[in-house]
């Protein structure tokens, strides 16, 4: 394709995807174009909507017999893993961030991964051997873990834990466990006559009487989301202490109203309260590209389908995972926990620690396409995904992870020339936004 006709794909997309947020919020979305242009790798993170206008106009034989359709992360790439504390009480190393979940074909994610990967290996100057090694053991470390649970009578058997884990997935795990709840309260909030209020800061503000109510009355039908299993047994735990708007979100949620709400917490001494994450839901990127009519009948709003498709994915999640309303638009509620520390890939650079990390990355995969979690209340996906994805690529794995490495090194390429299209366009105003 031409430059000049690929910009206007990559323009037309754009706009689609983000012309109602830009209207609403042109500064946060200038920020979140400036965030894009700094490298390929950034603008692909930004993109997941450029990303399915061109799979979903390919021709797919290797997803059958169910693998089709099945709950997929959405927007799978290497900076979307981390450190969360399970519902358990236990620190893991997961995938994270599970706006863009939807149900599609089970090698969309693979190859958002794998494309993501060769992007962020070449911007390490890695030779193209080496980012197709690394293709081939992360796709081959999810097709080992299929055929574990193929095997198995569990689902969920497969964690990254601290007793687990080694180089730079433990030091994230050991960064985690040293932080603690108090620092993040004394971050986020002050002492008012003996009790905790957020700080005002450039990222928070203060509602109106109208606006307040608002959030208070989604805040109250929130709890009843949370389902039975995971409620505390204690009603002091949600007692509301102090609510404000929120911005300054990465680059995926540019543009999309927020609110932190502070609760009491497991007591009413002050270094165990609670901070939630009220957050408008985005329409995910796939949803645009497919026949989602019955999965959008399915739920009430993209809060809801949130809230659900993350228990599907994600064993043992956050206790406090809810979702809820404000003027008929989905929210989605979580706990901003302390306990979270993202993979630092700037300081994994050879490929010999790349590779042990890939590894696990791909049973990690492997296993939010094969596990749901025991309060899952979906039945979209009713079947064994692991036996549709074992059936699907029967006799021919190995072709499979040649193929994958082979779209994954040539879509990053593609990439790093869109990126430079999106700059220019940018900077001529022709994403919908001006640069200045």
């Known amino acids: 394709m031409a430059a000049k006709d690929r910009t206007t794909v990559i ?41 399915y206008n061109d799979v979903t106009s390919e021709t797919d034989d290797w997803s059958r017999h169910g693998a089709e ?12 893993f981390g450190t969360y504390l399970n519902s358990d009480g236990r620190l893991v190393f997961d995938i994270n961030d599970f706006d863009e979940a939807y149900v599609g074909r089970f090698t969309w994610d693979l190859q958002r991964f794998a494309a993501s990967l060769a992007l962020v290996a070449w911007q390490k100057a890695l030779p193209e051997d080496a980012i197709r090694k690394l293709i081939a053991r992360y796709a081959r470390a999810y097709l080992a873990q299929v055929n574990h649970y193929v095997a198995s009578d569990s689902d969920d058997d497969f964690e990254i834990r601290l007793d687990r884990a080694d180089g730079p997935v433990l030091i ?9 709840r108090a620092d993040l309260l004394d971050q986020m909030t002050v002492m008012q006559k003996g009790i905790r209020k957020f700080a005002e800061d450039g990222s928070t503000r203060r509602l109106s009487p109208h606006e307040r109510t608002e959030v208070v009355a989604a805040f109250r039908a929130y709890l009843d989301t949370i ?23 990465g680059i995926g949620s540019a543009g999309l109203p927020a609110y932190n709400v502070l609760v009491e917490g497991y007591s009413q001494a002050l270094d165990n309260d609670v901070v939630l994450s009220m ?25 809801h389908r949130t809230a659900v498709s993350q228990r599907a994915l994600q064993v043992h999640t956050d206790p406090l995972l809810g979702h809820t309303s404000i003027g008929g638009v989905g929210y989605v509620v979580s706990e901003v926990s302390p306990y979270e520390v993202d993979l630092d890939w700037g300081e994994i650079n050879e ?12 049973r990690a995969t492997a296993k939010i396409h094969c596990a749901s979690d025991e309060d899952s ?6 079947f064994q995904v692991e036996e549709a994805i074992a059936a699907s690529l029967k006799g021919r794995r190995n072709d499979y992870v040649t193929w994958l490495c082979d779209w994954g090194i040539a879509y990053a390429a593609r990439v790093r020339q869109d990126h430079a299209l999106f700059v220019d366009a940018f900077r001529e105003g022709q994403v919908g936004i001006a640069a200045t």
């Open 11 to 51: 323009v037309d997309v754009l706009r689609d995807a983000f012309a109602p947020l830009m209207r609403a919020e042109p500064a946060a979305f200038r920020a979140k174009y400036r965030k894009m242009a700094r490298d390929p790798h950034a603008f692909y993170r930004g993109t997941a909507c450029l990303f």
């Open 69 to 80: 359709r099945i709950w997929i992360h959405g927007d799978l790439h290497v900076e979307n």
């Open 172 to 180: 994230a795990l050991e960064e985690a466990r040293a932080m603690r």
């Open 227 to 249: 389902p039975q299993s995971k409620r505390f047994d204690r009603e002091l735990f949600y007692e509301l202490r102090d609510v404000v708007g929120k911005s300054g979100f």
């Open 279 to 303: 957050k408008q839901a985005n329409i995910p990127a796939l949803s645009r590209f497919v026949d989602s009519a019955d999965v959008d009948a399915y739920f009430e709003h993209e809060g």
């Open 351 to 362: 490929p010999a620690d790349m590779r042990a990390v890939v590894e696990l990355l791909g």
């Open 377 to 382: 209340q979906q039945d979209l996906v009713d």
